[in-house]
Each structure stands twice: as structure tokens, then as C-alpha cells.
T-cell receptor, first 115, second 115 residues
Framework: AAGVIQSPRHLIKEKRETATLKCYPI?????VYWYQQGPGQDPQFLIS???????DKGSIPDRFSAQQFSDYHSELNMSSLELGDSALYFC??????????????FGPGTRLTVL | AQSVSQHNHHVILSEAASLELGCNYS??????LFWYVQYPGQHLQLLLK??????LVKGIKGFEAEFIKSKFSFNLRKPSVQWSDTAEYFC?????????????FGKGTKLSVIP
């Protein structure tokens, strides 16, 4: 079965550079979530999109922005990178946003290292 | 704000031992509950979920969990663990009753199974 695709899988950047992470949800999933998992930490919610509109916002820094495109893929744009941004960034998708259907399926993650 | 507590940071068991991992959540409204597993170097995989109905839910790989509303708990169990169960386990909740579908995770429990 098709899964969530994330690219790139690994990314190394210098401080103050920018990075763009991409997420391709499972076909027919219209909701995308972004999470950040620091070393030895639990995943923290950043932002989500439903039908190409931002639906929820978590602890996402102002230096980060994201959007969902007409084909439902999403991009997380990160600027002025800091050492503390080094983490695993997961994307998850879910079908039909609703109380009995909200199950999120995670992609393999992008490991971002900021030097 | 809602929170999820996982009581054990690291659990070490011998193969064939029984497992119970504790999870408590703080939100009093309608919640959906999840257990995810993260094998070393891999992404989060859904083990099981509870939305409503029978409070005892069965998941993949012989795992089950029991929702006890009065205790705000959703403990994960497995009667006999295997070496391949070595992983980190995350309890998570969403709050569809409040229109919130983002996952709030516990800090995770690292399980080490000794052959």
C-alpha cells in the first residue's frame, strides 16, 4: 500500500541557511500534519493543513512557514536555521478529518542537521 | 492544555515476559487515543487506536490496550514480548470534541527486550 513520502530523507545545512522539506500524503488523504522530534524527545506538533487551508498551529517558530498545494502535497519552509532546529521532521496524513476517522499515518521523516 | 503522561521512561524485560506500559491523559472531554511504536531509526507506526465502543482494543503484533475512562488511562499490554518488540512506544491523544486533531504525545517509553 502507498505510504507517506518525504523528501529529502537527510539534509545538512549551515546556520542561517534555508531548507525546504516536502511531504506527499497517501492518495486520497486531504489532511497533512507536520511534527518535529528532537533527539530523545517526543514528537511536537508544528502545523496542519486540511483541504489546502491551515487548520491548526502548534509550536512552529515564526521562521518556519508551510503550505499545502492543489495536489495535497505540503512543503515546510525553514529560514534562518539555528543549531536547535536539528531534528527529525515527520509528516503525517489522514483521510477525512472527523471524530471517527482521524488516524494519522506517518512518513519516514527528514533528518535535518544544522551545522 | 492537554497532556499525556507515560510512567516508565525505560523498561527492560526478558523474552516471554508480560508487558504493561502506562499512559494517562489530562483532558476530560471526548478523546481519541493511540499507541504508536518507533523502531530504532524508523518512523512512527500505528499499533492501535481507540475511538469509541469496546474499551479493550486489539492492535497489530499481539498488542492490546484498555481504555478506562474513570482513570483517564489507556495502558498498553502484551502477554509475551519478543526481542523484536525492542522499540520506543508513544501514547498519544487527539481531542475531536474540541475540534483539535493534532496528536499530543507522551514522552515515550523505551522498551528493551533481552533474548
Amino acid at each position: 500500500a502507498a505510504g507517506v513520502i518525504q523528501s529529502p530523507r537527510h539534509l545538512i545545512k549551515e546556520k542561517r541557511e534555508t531548507a525546504t522539506l516536502k511531504c506527499y500524503p497517501i492518495p486520497r488523504h486531504d489532511t497533512v500534519y507536520w511534527y518535529q522530534q528532537g533527539p530523545g524527545q517526543d514528537p511536537q506538533f508544528l502545523i496542519s493543513f486540511y483541504e489546502k487551508m491551515q487548520s491548526d498551529k502548534g509550536s512552529i517558530p515564526d521562521r518556519f512557514s508551510a503550505q499545502q498545494f492543489s495536489d495535497y502535497h505540503s512543503e515546510l519552509n525553514m529560514s534562518s536555521l539555528e543549531l536547535g532546529d536539528s531534528a527529525l521532521y515527520f509528516c503525517a496524513s489522514s483521510p477525512l478529518r472527523g471524530p471517527s476517522t482521524d488516524t494519522q499515518y506517518f512518513g519516514p521523516g527528514t533528518r535535518l542537521t544544522v551545522l | 492544555a492537554q497532556s499525556v503522561s507515560q510512567h516508565n521512561h525505560h523498561v527492560i524485560l526478558s523474552e516471554a515476559a508480560s508487558l504493561e506500559l502506562g499512559c494517562n491523559y489530562s483532558y476530560g472531554g471526548t478523546v481519541n487515543l493511540f499507541w504508536y511504536v518507533q523502531y530504532p531509526g524508523q518512523h512512527l507506526q500505528l499499533l492501535l487506536k481507540y475511538f469509541s465502543g469496546d474499551p479493550l482494543v486489539k492492535g497489530i503484533k499481539g498488542f492490546e490496550a484498555e481504555f478506562i475512562k474513570s482513570k483517564f488511562s489507556f495502558n498498553l499490554r502484551k502477554p509475551s514480548v519478543q526481542w523484536s518488540d525492542t522499540a520506543e512506544y508513544f501514547c498519544a491523544v487527539t481531542h475531536p470534541g474540541a475540534g483539535s486533531y493534532q496528536l499530543t504525545f507522551g514522552k515515550g517509553t523505551k522498551l528493551s527486550v533481552i533474548p
